[in-house]
């Protein structure tokens, strides 16, 4: 059931993302825990990297830096 939760997660991410940034997120299912946003080939955020999932608001304000 873990997957479950992960995918709620990443769904809501993607209607953060939609909402904050007008981008259209595409969610790929994985497995070992992966939790990664990649825009254009670059990553923005990583569970992997960080241990953690991304606080709210805090992917759209990354994506929002790729653009500054």
């Known amino acids: 059931l873990r997957s479950v939760g992960y995918l709620f ?3 809501s991410l993607a209607a953060d993302i939609k909402q904050a940034r007008g981008i ?5 299912s994985s497995s ?3 939790f990664d946003v990649v825009v ?3 990553l923005v955020f ?3 990297e960080t ?7 805090e992917v ?3 994506i929002g ?3 500054s």
């Open 9 to 11: 997660r990443a769904a």
């Open 24 to 28: 259209e997120a595409e969610l790929i």
């Open 32 to 34: 070992g825990g992966v």
């Open 40 to 42: 254009d080939g670059k």
């Open 46 to 48: 990583s569970k992997r």
């Open 51 to 57: 241990g953690r999932f991304p606080e709210p608001g």
């Open 60 to 62: 759209p304000r990354l």
């Open 65 to 67: 830096h790729l653009a």
